[in-house]
T-cell receptor, first 112, second 114 residues
């Protein structure tokens, strides 16, 4: 069974700190890797999408990387702000399918 | 674009009642996904459609659940009869499909079955 694990499950950091969220998967067959943000009581907002031919994507203070050989992706957040507080989810698809397998999520709190 | 639209945003119903959740896709998207999110099980894919055709419904928990896509921009998820264990947040997401398969989520419907 394919599994996607995110570590840590929860993280609390002071404002301004750089941080890394981890996503690992048991099946290295991967087509896309997408990072989402979910605010309490809200839907998921897409942050970054890494396609199979890519190794990383950047948007503002966010950088996501993908290492298929080790079955890992990381989301780097630079100069964290209280507004970054949310749950971060990664999800992967396998080649030939639309089906996303979601990770367990990391709940981030950035303290002012 | 308004994004993916879901209604109602909140639904409280009694056990045994029929519940219908609605979703409008982003214009031009051709794939539709229904998910359920609970604390215990996280996000689970229930069913997805491509070009109005159900492709994979292996995540639909029981025959009490059914989903339709009567046209290219609209879908319903029906639970009949509803049970307390169906209480969850139900999301739909749409996608343009190839090449990126990137999914865009709606705000969700919080369902409470008493």
């Amino acid at each position: 069974k394919q599994e996607v694990t995110q570590i840590p499950a929860a993280l609390s950091v002071p404002e301004g700190e750089n941080l890394v969220l981890n996503c690992s998967f048991t099946d290295s067959a991967i087509y896309n890797l997408q990072w989402f943000r979910q605010d309490p009581g809200k839907g998921l907002t897409s942050l970054l999408l890494i396609q199979s031919s890519q190794r990383e994507q950047t948007s503002g203070r966010l950088n996501a990387s993908l290492d298929k050989s080790s079955g890992r992706s990381t989301l780097y957040i630079a100069a964290s702000q209280p507004g970054d507080s949310a749950t971060y989810l990664c999800a992967k698809t396998t080649s030939g399918t639309y089906k996303y397998i979601f990770g367990t999520g990391t709940r981030l709190k950035v303290l002012a | 674009d308004a994004g993916v639209i879901q209604s109602p945003r909140h639904e409280v119903t009694e056990m045994g009642q029929e519940v219908t959740l609605r979703c409008k896709l982003i214009s031009g998207h051709n794939s539709l996904f229904w998910y359920r999110q609970t604390m215990m099980r996280g996000l689970e894919l229930l069913i997805y459609f491509n070009n109005n055709v159900p492709i994979d419904d292996s995540g639909m928990p029981e025959d009490r659940f059914s989903a339709k896509m009567p046209n290219a921009s609209f879908s319903t998820l029906k639970i009949q009869p509803s049970e307390p264990r169906d209480s969850a947040v139900y999301f739909c997401a749409s996608s343009l499909g190839l090449p990126s398969y990137e999914q865009y989520f709606g705000p969700g419907t919080r369902l409470t079955v008493t």
